[in-house]
């Protein structure tokens, strides 16, 4: 089959690689209708994932057809379309059981994250394998393992552009509203305007926040959340963004901040300490109302220095954090777009095949012609 496979520092490429099989009972394999980019993919293009080999097929979020299931699959039938979560749990380990399938022991294969993180997370698409990482998206046929647990239906009414989005970006970005608490009456401010910063932006507005308003450096998506999230919008190019939070939460600053800025745009070396970033999260930290929460949403290089503890610890912060969700919120939120409460297709600012891979990735790095996320068909 073809799939978009990384191929060396700053370069993927088309190649022809063997078809997936099921190799356990659980598993199925699913033939992909759309597959999108990911902020997280960009340390791996740039060749600062030292754990990536050449060939490793890529893309973390997908939809598609189901073609084949193990004997164990009770959930799904030949020619269901489905969304697969992009964490890989097994939905019965200890940390499955405690409803966190983002921390699955059998997910992954925990090699090379376990000297750095002191446990390996759960395991995704798309990511090297020695990351606990599984063949990803951006191909003709993905093998999905523990299918019952990872794999969605997708209702018929909803696009495959729009369900799309609930692979990762959406439960991300209602996750990042659930961990920061938002209750109806928060001003809720967030950092990046990407795609999981503006569906961040539409579930705190979803969980009744009276002012929301979204961080970013860029006109373009900026525009797109006050045009479809109803959201305010500060440009720090243009503006104190300090001062103007403060001003729009009665002087008190936002009482939930959420870092949705993800990895940085300019390089950094991974997962060696990194020079300066975590501007946003340095930020956020500083505007929170006192007893206020941080929350820390997606995918991070490996550390950030200059972390503000003394303003962390004297205003009471909680501070927390999540790389994802894992799926137990995508059923409902396939719901909210089958309702049309969850509108999510905008965020595909560039759909081409899957052929121009290498140019829709240099699209999305370089955040060219308003490129938010490019959504590839196989
Ligand atoms: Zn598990």
Request: proline share 6%; net charge negative; aromatic share 6%.
């Amino acid at each position: 089959m073809r799939a978009l496979c990384w191929a060396g520092a700053g370069l993927v490429e088309v190649r022809r690689v063997p078809d997936p099989e099921l190799r356990n009972a659980q598993d199925m394999i699913v033939r992909v209708r759309r597959s999108t980019t990911c902020g997280a993919d960009l340390p791996l293009l740039a060749g600062q994932v030292p754990e990536a080999s050449a060939g490793e097929v890529l893309g973390r979020e997908f939809l598609g057809d189901v073609v084949e299931v193990g004997p164990e699959v009770r959930r799904h039938r030949v020619a269901d379309r489905v969304v697969v979560g992009a964490t890989v749990a097994c939905g019965a380990c200890w940390f499955c059981r405690q409803g966190l399938p983002a921390c699955c022991d059998n997910g992954t294969s925990g090699v090379a994250a376990e000297p750095g993180w002191g446990q390996p997370p759960a395991g995704g698409y798309g990511r090297p394998a020695r990351l606990g990482g599984f063949a990803g998206g951006h191909a003709e046929y993905v093998r999905v393992p523990y299918a019952d647990v990872g794999a969605f239906a997708v209702p018929e009414s909803v696009s495959d552009e729009r369900a799309v989005f609930a692979a990762d970006a959406a439960p991300v970005g209602w996750y990042g509203a659930e961990l920061g608490e938002v209750a109806p009456g928060d001003v809720v401010a967030v950092w990046g305007a990407g795609a999981v910063g503006q569906l961040t932006a539409g579930a705190a507005v979803a969980r009744g926040a009276d002012r929301v308003v979204v961080v970013d450096d860029r006109d373009d998506r900026l525009r797109m959340v006050t045009g479809h999230d109803g959201v305010e919008a500060l440009n720090h190019r243009y503006v104190d963004v300090l001062a103007e939070l403060r001003e729009r939460s009665g002087g008190r600053g936002p009482d939930v901040c959420v870092d949705a800025s993800g990895v940085p745009a300019a390089p950094v070396r991974w997962p060696a300490a990194e020079p300066d970033g975590g501007a946003a999260l340095r930020e956020a930290v500083h505007a929170c109302r006192k007893g206020g929460v941080v929350v820390v949403l997606d995918a991070r290089p490996g550390f950030v220095d200059r972390f503000p503890l003394g303003a962390f610890a004297d205003k009471g912060l909680a501070v927390r954090a999540a790389r994802r969700r894992g799926g137990a919120a995508i059923p409902a939120l396939l719901e909210r777009m089958a309702r049309d409460e969850l509108v999510t297709e905008h965020l595909a600012t560039h759909r081409m095949p899957l052929e121009h891979g290498a140019e829709g990735y240099a699209l999305f790095r370089d955040r060219a012609d308003g490129c938010v996320r490019v959504v590839f068909t196989p």
